[in-house]
């Protein structure tokens, strides 16, 4: 039989220890030999073999010696950003046999969490050597702690196998990789709410919108979306609790939890606008290309409201510019339709938004209630308009002194390229103004017109934005040109509508201001 009795293992390892802490323990290294001929040894004998450390046999037949491993500790950098630990371990070990030599235990400091599983690598200078191909190290790992969803600590205990002896000058050197960062704690929380589409607001005829619930996965939460009257839009599948309005209503609602995605999403099919009076035109004969009509009643009927009707075409749209009587108005462009033809009135709308957690709700959701409000639009309408107030000129045929006006159809806040993608809607579009002289009179030049969004300037009225409703225009190219023989003049220009705004509006060309006609 025969055992180690010296040191034969001598390992030092590196490991960058400024977030985590390193601790290693000693363990006791086992070598054992079989005996022949067990039952000859007498009970002086075994006693014998004890008493100079040579062990015990265990077993039956099997000689166990042990042997405490050992181990220094050295700090470099103490308390950087570069602090390292030494660790210096020696043993006495069997030939050719894997033992365990110790354990470690890595801990992440304060606020801190493992990034990554560690690594024994040994150091570069002895890859390729005899030493390397002579030894063998090896991490095992026992256990591993979670702390709120995070890896804090990790245990190993470290293996060791080698065919010959390594002492202090073979500096037989390993790097421990560790890598620690810092925990950040997902909260649990509603994050935002949004309308997945392009156009934010609802149209006034009414369509679906997908709208998404972005939050911390598992964050819980309840809501709701319900119009003026306490209607909830949601799907009768949909809703599972109830909500309270800051109304004191209770509206029926949705409740669940974020998932693994990220957000939730939810279908709501908004209604059309809403209408305010059905009623009838209410002339006799009928209303001929008229702006003022009177009806059965505009009971409830308010500037901006918008008149459907069987004689309304599709993108004409008519609204109403001034309520003149309990039964007269004033539309935005004229109209033609048999008295007693049945009529409605629509108008804007809101629908509100309401989200509860009994987690939380961050910055971008508002702690109002309701948190939000989707707004619905009534069809806003841009009239051009070319005006004169003499009687020397007529303008594209029309008769001497009219103005000349011409309708867009427009979506509520949309910008031009959304626009462009809708089929019917205009949102580039060419002014032209023929010009001819009444009688014997000529024309001749004031100035060519100017487009400007500083209103002092431009003489392109309502052409600030931050004004006129939020409509974007650029009126590009807009030139006056008179005939050779004075006798006619032309003005023509390019609008592109950059964005919609909320409401009507009209631009009017003052021709007056830029050609005599005498």
Do not use: H
Not at 356 to 365: A, K, P, W
Request: proline share 3%; charged share 20%.
């Amino acid at each position: 039989m025969s055992f180690n009795n010296t040191t034969n293992a001598v390992i030092r390892i590196i490991a960058n220890t400024s977030d985590v802490t390193l601790t290693f323990l000693s363990a006791s290294v086992t070598q054992t030999s079989d005996i022949p001929n067990y039952q000859n040894y007498t009970s002086d004998i075994r006693t014998f073999l004890s008493s100079k450390g040579l062990g015990s046999l265990t077993g039956g037949s099997t000689l166990v010696v042990s042997n405490n491993s050992t181990s220094t500790t050295t700090t470099i950098n103490s308390g950087t950003d570069n602090e390292k630990k030494e660790i210096k371990i020696s043993a006495i070990v069997p030939f050719n046999k894997f033992v365990k030599i110790g354990s470690f235990i890595i801990s992440a400091n304060s606020n801190k969490k493992l990034s990554n599983k560690p690594s024994l690598v040994l150091n570069q200078s002895l890859l390729g050597t005899e030493l390397e191909n002579s030894q063998i190290l090896q991490l095992r790992p026992v256990g591993t702690t979670v702390t709120d969803g995070f890896i804090t600590s990790r245990s190993f205990n470290l293996f060791y196998k080698t065919n010959r002896a390594i002492t202090l000058k073979d500096n037989l050197s390993y790097s421990l990789n560790i890598s620690a960062e810092k925990k950040v704690v997902k909260t649990l929380q509603i994050k935002d709410v949004i309308i997945k589409d392009e156009i934010k607001d609802i149209i006034s005829r009414g369509e679906n919108k997908k709208i998404r619930i972005y939050g911390t996965p598992k964050t819980n939460f309840k809501f709701t979306i319900f119009d003026d009257n306490n209607n909830c839009l949601l799907a009768y599948n949909k809703f599972n609790t109830t909500i309270t309005s800051n109304t004191g209503a209770i509206i029926k609602a949705f409740e669940g939890k974020i998932s693994k995605t990220g957000f939730y999403d939810c279908d709501v099919s908004f209604p059309s606008a809403p209408r305010i009076l059905t009623t009838a035109v209410n002339v006799g004969g009928g209303v001929a290309n008229a702006t003022q009509v009177t009806f059965d009643s505009l009971v409830g009927v308010s500037v901006g409201d918008q008149l459907i009707s069987s004689f309304v075409k599709p993108y004409k749209s008519v609204k109403v510019n001034s309520i003149d009587s309990e039964f007269v108005c004033t539309l935005s462009r004229p109209i033609t339709a048999a008295d007693d033809t049945a009529v409605y009135f629509i108008t804007n709308a809101n629908y509100n938004f309401l989200i509860e957690s009994t987690d939380s709700l961050g910055s971008n959701i508002p702690t109002t209630n309701p948190n939000f409000i989707f707004k619905q639009f009534v069809t806003p309408v841009l009239t051009v308009k070319g005006s004169t107030s003499t009687n020397s000129f007529s303008i594209n045929g029309g008769s001497v002194g009219a103005d000349n006006e011409d309708y867009y159809d427009g979506i509520a806040n949309a910008n031009f390229e959304t626009v462009s993608r809708k089929l019917n809607y205009t949102s580039t579009f060419l002014i032209s103004y023929s010009l001819v002289r009444d009688g014997s009179k000529t024309f001749s030049l004031i100035k060519q017109p100017v487009f400007s969004l500083d209103e002092t300037i431009s003489d392109f009225t309502n052409t600030n934005p931050s004004l006129n409703g939020g409509t974007e225009l650029d009126i590009s190219r807009p030139k006056l040109t008179i005939s050779s023989d004075t006798l006619s003049c032309t003005i023509t220009a390019r609008v592109r509508i950059v964005k919609w705004g909320t409401s009507d509006l009209t631009v009017e060309l003052d021709l007056d201001q830029l050609v005599s006609c005498t």
